[in-house]
């Protein structure tokens, strides 16, 4: 509903002032409530301006460029750069849904406005209403409940740790990670709400302190059954924040990162696909551009991406037959506008469930609004342009994600076991209680390796299952050894020993292992 409304509310009032054309342009500026979703009120309205700014400025980009520059090749290189850096921090700083795509959707549409004669001020205006739009509506639901976001975030939190603490088969390991990365995202959204600066006492903070001793709690004995060991504290201990953006863009910099691997890879798959369309004198190599980074943005691995692509043709197809029979009856005023938010509204509801379908509704939305804003236009050749260049788009991607670093993904997950222990070493290196503020940063770094190691492994499981096989068994030891660390600082801090002998030994074989 928040998709919706966000364009919607201000496209129906400028409707009703005479401005239906303007009206479109708002959806543009109402992408950025997407960014805003599950994030606690304190913080969701900076997420969105921060996110709203970004399309701002990603359409002056793509304005500016379309009238210095009629070659295309300059207009290429600014969606390559959007992309790729887009692809990077999404990645890096782990922000999830919905990525970089829509900033270089909207890069694109508004070189395709520029170059339909609309005045880029017009656009940026425009824009700059869908942001203030969304920045409100996805702040409506304090009046109702202000804690909504933080109390859902811990419940799934503290419901991930009991489903552990219940096991007893060799899905342990799996559920331990699970659970271990719902309470990092508990703290988080508890940070983001600042309860533990002004409510440290409050129930949620309470509820999931006490999930956290309870996780730390359960040990797993040789038969990899979990085992309920209570942990009691002599002081209050609360677990920092997540590491800032800047240490999380700052840690992936490196040539065997994941994000590193997805942006090298789209910035292949969008540079050649633009440098084709230009060979081709194709007149939209912005759509082809889109229709890869669709593809890659968000670094699936190559099956699920191979998927995506499948889903992306088909949905096109589809979606191009709806564009045409809603274009067939040409809606206008507030009956187009209406449609618009009924599209927004379903690939809302879709986008994280089935993407084919999303895409259906993805696409006669992008179509109307570019066609809304220069009424007139004939409709067969931007159909026929769009298929044309979504088939090159999604065959550049495919050939990029299986060409371009196919292994990548051994890399990663050799990176990110040595970063787990490395960090636990540092960790185990210092003669400090384990509240100390040092020791403090290093538990929250540790944890953060640990979660970015199980995704090297489930990305590795699902691009070559049978190497990934071979190294499972060290690949499982490695997220047993780090969350065991943990666990032995809080039974240290709860009077248990300090013993971290057996914990050394397990470093040292699995460096050696890691190493070779």
């Known amino acids: ?56 400025v990603a359409v002056a980009l793509g304005g500016w460029v379309e009238t210095i520059d009629e ?23 782990r922000l999830g849904p919905p990525g970089a795509f829509f900033f270089v959707l909207v890069t694109g549409v508004s070189m395709v406005l520029a170059r339909s004669g609309v005045p880029l001020g017009t656009v940026l205006i425009c824009t700059a209403i869908g942001v203030c739009s969304s920045v409100l509506v996805s702040m409506a639901g304090i009046v109702r409940d202000r804690s909504k976001p933080e109390r859902m975030v811990v419940r799934a939190a503290v419901q991930a740790v009991e489903d552990y603490a219940q096991l007893s088969d060799s899905t342990t390991v799996e559920a331990r990670h699970a659970a271990g990365a719902a309470i990092w995202d508990g703290w988080s959204a508890v940070y983001d709400a600042g309860l533990p600066e002004r409510a440290p006492e409050s129930g949620l903070v309470s509820e999931l302190l006490a999930a956290h001793k309870r996780f730390a709690g359960v040990q797993v004995d040789d038969r990899w059954a979990a085992v309920d060991r209570e942990v009691l504290l002599p002081r209050p201990q609360m677990p920092l924040a997540r590491p800032t953006v800047w240490y999380r863009l700052r840690r992936s910099f490196s040539v065997h990162s994941h994000a590193s691997a997805i942006a090298v890879r789209i910035g292949v798959a969008v540079a050649a696909t633009g440098a084709i ?6 007149d939209r190599p912005d759509w082809a551009v889109v229709a890869s980074v669709l593809v890659l943005h968000q670094g699936l691995d ?10 992306r043709f088909i949905g096109t197809v589809i979606g191009l ?24 509204f379903l690939v809302e509801l879709f986008v994280a469930r089935n993407y084919g379908l999303a895409v259906i509704f993805i696409t006669p939305l992008a179509l109307l609004i570019i066609v809304g804003a220069h009424p007139g236009s004939p409709v067969g050749p931007v159909v026929r342009d769009r298929f044309v260049e979504t088939l090159l788009g999604i065959a550049v991607a495919l050939a990029a994600l299986w060409g371009v670093l196919p292994r990548s993904h051994r890399r990663t997950f050799g990176w990110t076991e ?23 940063v290093l538990r929250r770094d540790l944890q953060f390796e640990l ?13 070559e299952r049978p190497w990934a096989r071979q190294q499972w068994t060290r690949h499982a030891e490695v997220l047993q050894w780090g969350y065991d ?14 013993d971290r002998t057996e914990l050394g030994d397990r470093l040292f074989r699995l460096q050696e292992t890691v190493r070779s």
């Open 1 to 56: 509903m928040r998709a919706a409304l966000a364009p919607g509310i201000p496209a129906l009032i400028a409707v009703g002032l005479g401005y239906s054309q303007e009206a479109l342009l708002m959806t543009v500026g109402g992408f950025a409530v997407l960014y805003g979703e599950r994030r606690p009120y304190r913080v969701r309205w900076r997420v969105v301006l921060t996110a709203g700014a970004g399309l701002v």
């Open 71 to 93: 070659s295309g090749v300059v207009e290429v290189a600014l969606l390559t750069v959007v992309a790729m850096v887009g692809a990077y921090s999404v990645d890096a700083a």
């Open 277 to 282: 369309s230009l060979a081709l004198s194709l």
């Open 302 to 311: 190559r099956v699920q991406g191979t998927v995506r692509g499948l889903h």
């Open 321 to 344: 037959g709806l564009f045409a029979l809603i274009h067939a009856f040409s809606p206008t005023g507030y009956v187009l506008v209406l449609v618009l938010m009924v599209l927004q």
């Open 418 to 440: 040595a970063r787990v222990l490395r960090a636990g070493r540092r960790l185990m290196a210092l003669d400090v209680p384990a509240d100390h503020p040092a020791a403090m």
């Open 451 to 463: 979660i970015g190691c199980a995704l090297s492994g489930s990305d590795a499981a699902h691009n």
């Open 485 to 498: 660390l943990l666990a032995q600082c809080w039974a240290e801090l709860s009077g248990g020993g300090a």
